[in-house]
């Protein structure tokens, strides 16, 4: 918590720190004002008096002042009229505050001081002797620890010097300079103490508005300081709401709810009694953000709360775990079948179809895990997370079976779990061990009676369970984002070593690659380009399938990044066509080079007449768009003749060979015909090996 604002303590030290500043300024002021007053007194004293002395003395010494300049410096002090001179000065100022007085000539030369050893210095180039010599009186007030005055040595006094043009007729030419000193110590210091007298009284005046005020900021304090309390309090509880609560349900988050579990799970322990733990899933809850958007998603899961609500008794606690996912408790159960019921009913009531804004007929279907505790609370000190897994362990076998059920957890599924969690872990890290690995399956040209391509499967070559088929591993790829790195590793890995075998003579060999969804995205381009800067392998060579999922997305961000591999010169193909949403619109709408039937298609092609009237149609349509078309899957002879009857010529399958390493596709290559132009394909999805 922040430390509070205390008012009356800031109040204090900026006042005191204002009383202070106003206090100094004022006298700062007033002393300023006082001096320049001083001063101007002063010089029209000394001007008077430079009058007076022009009119008395000027005219008796003019031309000893005139000719001065002719007398050599060391004897100037020593002419008689100095002597004279000094004597008429000081009677002139008997009796005034003058305690030094100086004549200049027009050069600047100092004819006469009081100080005798001054006589003869050039101040010349003195500002304030400058500006008397223009005719204009220049004062100023300074402080002299030792000044040597009429016949005597003072200290520490305030002095005013005032430099006044000599004129032997008022108006008339300027004819010297004087500078007369004049003793100002006394009205300096009665200057100082009425500025202290009016600091002091300023201070007084402030010091009790002060006090007056700090009854008010005392009083404001207090009520800012009860204020701040209940704002606290007011925060800490919207704080614990937000940290413990879902703000579009209200429902306790899962921080809050496994708390609460591991409670319940006490009072299990504590009275021998079965704890039941349900996880609810809504399938297909992401389609409806996707298509429907977000507002329609969140009516979706309010609605769905509120149907769980009316599943469960009083006081039995719903959470919500994530995005679609939520879970309740069940306490005092007498036996597994009373959780039959719950969930029985949760299954019917999230079936039925909901009312989301202007859509009226939406329609979810729940996966439910149920796990009780203690039989199937999973190993480790956490109980409530233990269960928790075995929850969803059974939730992730309901949706395996096709979701709108409820599974009880076993321990089979504990196993399968646990299998799971170890084999992600060691996938995380396969690819920098270097444990993966590709083999290739060789597309053939009938006509030709060559091999023209390769499609290149991934595996994994486990250090403990031997070598992986990609059904081992490929959903774990896909689930946690390794798809993208491994995918890039497998686009240059394939080109490396398809420019490897154009290297060894087989210079038309293409290759191919089978894209994730996951892999779309704009980094796709640049991971393109860089392998095939890498391998050096022309752009033509390189064959990037889809499958129709990502038709199916119809994004203009991923037609977008398919352009733009266009524009590298990549070529683009449909994988598994036939088997999703793809149709002619589609094919049309994005930048197809060519198309690849799918194995369920010709699998029994010749037993089955709607495979073989879907293959003749795509046949057909590939033709009529100019496209290339492959026929994946084959493995027999008959299904090659019937193949062969459609026009289709690019095949792979059994029939002519299984997926190999790398060194056994190159004996293929090397023991058949010159190669024809055809891509080598890239594919981490799952097949047969």
């Known amino acids: 918590m922040l430390a509070p604002y205390r008012l009356t303590r800031t109040y204090s030290i900026a006042s005191f720190i204002g009383i ?23 010089a029209l004293r000394e001007e008077a008096l430079a009058q007076k002395l022009s009119i008395t003395l000027w005219p008796q010494y003019q031309s000893f002042i005139r000719r001065a300049t002719a007398i050599p410096i060391d004897q100037l002090a020593r002419q008689p009229e100095i002597a004279s001179l000094k004597q008429d000065v000081a009677k002139e100022v008997r009796g005034l505050a003058v305690v030094k007085v100086k004549i200049y000539d027009l050069g600047g030369l100092t004819v006469f001081s009081s100080e005798e050893k001054q006589i003869g210095e050039q101040k010349g180039d003195n500002l304030g002797y400058q500006s ?4 204009k009186v220049a004062t100023e007030l300074t402080f002299r620890n030792q000044f040597s005055a009429f016949e005597q040595v003072i200290a520490d006094r305030n002095l005013v010097s005032s430099y006044i043009p000599a004129r032997s007729q008022e108006g008339g030419p300027v004819e010297g300079v004087f500078e007369i000193y004049s003793d100002v110590t006394p009205l300096v210091k009665q200057i100082e103490q009425t500025g202290y007298i009016i600091m002091a009284g300023v201070i007084v005046l402030l010091l009790m508005l002060y006090f007056f005020l700090l009854l008010f900021v005392r009083r404001a304090e207090k009520i800012i300081h009860k204020h701040e309390e ?11 709401r937000l940290s ?26 504590e009275g021998k009694f079965l704890l039941g733990l349900i996880v609810v899933d809504l399938d297909r809850f992401k389609a409806i953000n996707d298509t429907l958007g977000q507002a329609a998603g969140d009516a979706v899961l309010k609605e769905a709360v509120r149907r769980l609500h009316g599943c469960v008794r009083s006081g039995e606690m719903i959470g919500r775990l994530s995005g679609n996912q939520f879970a309740l408790m069940l306490e005092n159960l007498l036996s597994p079948d009373f959780a039959v019921p719950v969930a029985a009913r949760m299954v019917e009531v999230l079936s039925q179809a909901m009312q989301a804004g202007d859509e009226s007929h939406i329609v979810v279907s729940p996966s439910i895990g149920i796990a009780l505790f203690p039989q199937d609370a999973m190993g480790g ?13 059974a939730l992730q076998s309901a949706k395996q079976k096709g979701g709108n059920r409820y599974v009880f957890h076993t321990h089979e599924l504990s196993e399968r779990v646990t299998e799971r969690i170890e084999l992600e872990h060691e996938l995380r890290h396969a690819l920098q061990n270097g444990e993966f690995m590709l083999y290739y399956q060789p597309i053939i040209s009938h006509a030709a009676n060559r091999i023209i391509g390769a499609e290149a499967l991934i595996r994994w070559q486990h250090p403990k369970r031997g070598l992986l088929t990609p059904g081992y591993f490929i959903h774990l790829l896909e689930e946690t984002g390794l798809v993208v790195s491994v995918g890039e590793w497998v686009i240059q890995e394939a080109c490396r070593q398809c420019k490897k075998w154009q290297d060894a003579g087989y210079g038309s060999l293409y290759i191919s690659a089978n894209l994730s969804l996951k892999q779309m995205n704009p980094a796709l381009v640049a991971d393109v380009r860089r392998a095939l800067e890498i391998s050096q392998l022309p752009a033509q060579y390189l064959n990037l399938e889809i499958t129709e999922s990502v038709l199916a997305e119809n994004k203009e961000d991923i037609l977008d990044i398919l352009r733009e591999l266009k524009k ?8 598994d066509f036939g088997t999703g949403y793809s149709s002619l619109s589609y094919i049309k709408h994005f ?6 039937i799918d194995r369920a298609f010709v699998h029994d092609v010749t037993r089955n007449r709607e495979h073989a009237a879907i293959i003749r149609a795509i046949t057909a349509m590939a033709g009529s768009l100019d496209i290339g078309l492959v026929a994946e899957g084959i493995e027999t002879r008959e299904e090659l003749d019937f193949l062969l009857t459609t026009g289709c010529d690019a095949m792979q399958g059994y029939l002519f060979s299984k997926p190999v390493p790398a060194a056994d596709f190159s004996a293929l290559l090397a023991r058949g015909a010159p190669l024809a132009v055809h891509p080598t394909v890239i594919n981490i999805s799952d097949y047969r090996s």
């Open 591 to 596: 930048p197809v080079d060519c198309l690849k």
């Open 381 to 393: 000190e956490n109980k409530a997370e233990g269960l928790m897994k075995a929850a969803i362990a």
């Open 230 to 240: 209940q704002e606290y309090a007011a925060q800490q509880a919207r704080i614990h």
């Open 20 to 42: 202070a500043v106003i206090a100094v300024v004022l006298v700062m002021f007033y002393r300023a004002i006082a001096t320049e007053a001083l001063k101007e007194s002063e």
């Open 132 to 135: 008397a010599r223009a005719g």
């Open 244 to 269: 413990h609560y879902d703000e579009l349900t209200d429902l306790p988050n899962r921080v809050l709810f496994v708390s609460n579990l591991e409670q319940a799970i006490l009072r299990a322990q």
């Open 568 to 575: 590298i010169g990549v070529k683009l193909s449909i994988d």
